[in-house]
C-alpha cells in the first residue's frame, strides 16, 4: 500500500470520526476530544520514527494534529 492510499484512508477516517462525534452529548465530546488530544501526544514522541518512512510518518502526524483541532472545536 502507497502512502496516498494510506493518508486518504485517514481523512476518510478523520471525517468519519468528526461526523460521529458531533452527534454525541457535550461532555462526551469533550471526553473524547482530551483522550484524542492525549493520544496524539503520544504518537509524537520519536519512538514512532524509528525505522519508518519519514514522510508517511510526518503526514501521519500532521493528520492527527488536524483531528485534534477539530475534536478540540467540537467540545
Excluded at 18 to 47: N, Y
Excluded at 59 to 72: E, M
Amino acid at each position: 500500500m502507497n502512502a496516498q492510499s494510506v493518508l486518504g484512508m485517514i481523512h476518510a477516517q478523520e471525517l468519519l470520526i468528526v461526523s460521529l462525534i458531533r452527534a454525541l452529548p457535550p461532555d462526551a465530546r469533550r471526553k473524547v476530544s482530551d483522550e484524542f488530544h492525549g493520544q496524539v501526544e503520544l504518537a509524537e514522541a520519536p519512538h514512532l520514527s524509528d525505522g519508518h518512512d519519514r514522510d508517511l510518518t510526518e503526514a501521519f502526524r500532521a493528520h492527527i494534529r488536524k483531528l485534534s483541532i477539530l475534536l478540540a472545536s467540537c467540545s
